[in-house]
């Protein structure tokens, strides 16, 4: 029997929290600005969804639209007002105008985070060499997850480069968990789980009435019924 699968949700705001944990999410990315594809939350929107969920939270550590880090001071100051506050976990990643992954911006950013575990995000799927990223990273502290669809265009287009790192599980440079995420359905489920994939990214997926809608508690709980194999 395969382990419990990890299933992580895009939060916005409280209600969206309270829904996903009720739906049985195990862990959320908070976020703001979803049109920008998701950017830093206030430090005030943390604290409120802390004290309204017992599940783990992720922070995005982003400020522009785009993989750019653009002014990794203000990054900094933010990430550091986030553990501050009591953030554990966070979500970063950065590539350079060559589509190479901005260490220096990258290593600024994870320093202040003070030993906190995070994912390198998307970003992945948008670099020219998704091996040498990996393998440039591998020695950061924290890292734990790389949140991928395998490809920029969505899981569709990932899926054989999914099922291939997660056949490299365990190698240097790939001991950090797939999370997967960007255009993922239910029917592509099974295939990842077979290949080993245990953790599973949504944000539209989880609202049904999209994005100005709320999460919706009965779209997460059919994921969670999915990815348990009842």
């Known amino acids: ?22 739906g049985g999410a195990d862990r959320l990315e908070l976020v703001t600005d979803i049109a920008a594809d998701g950017l830093t939350p ?61 260490l220096g911006a990258v290593e600024r950013v994870v320093d202040s985070l003070d030993g906190g575990r995070w994912t390198f995000h998307r970003a992945i799927d948008h670099a020219g060499d998704r091996d040498a990223l990996r393998k440039q990273l591998d020695a950061l ?40 995420g960007g255009g993922l359905r239910l029917d592509h489920v099974p295939l990842l789980r077979a290949a080993g994939v245990d953790a599973f990214h949504i944000g539209g997926a989880a609202r049904p009435g999209g994005w100005s809608a709320p999460v919706s508690v009965a779209a997460v709980a059919e994921w969670r019924r999915v990815l348990d194999g009842d």
């Open 1 to 22: 029997m395969s382990k419990r699968a990890v299933l992580e949700v895009i939060a916005l705001d409280v209600e969206d929290a309270i829904a996903a944990q009720a």
């Open 42 to 102: 206030s430090v005030g929107t943390f604290a409120a969804i802390r004290a309204a969920v017992d599940i783990s939270l992720r922070v995005m550590v982003r400020s522009a639209d785009g993989f750019v880090a653009g002014d990794v001071d203000r990054l900094v100051a933010v990430a550091r007002e986030l553990r501050a506050a009591g953030a554990e976990e966070f979500v970063l990643g950065f590539l350079d105008a060559e589509g190479a992954v901005d």
């Open 141 to 180: 502290p924290g890292l734990d997850t790389y949140l991928t669809a395998g490809a920029a265009g969505g899981v569709d287009d990932g899926l054989p480069t999914l099922v291939a790192e997660a056949g490299r599980s365990g190698e240097p440079g790939y001991e950090q968990r797939l999370l997967i």
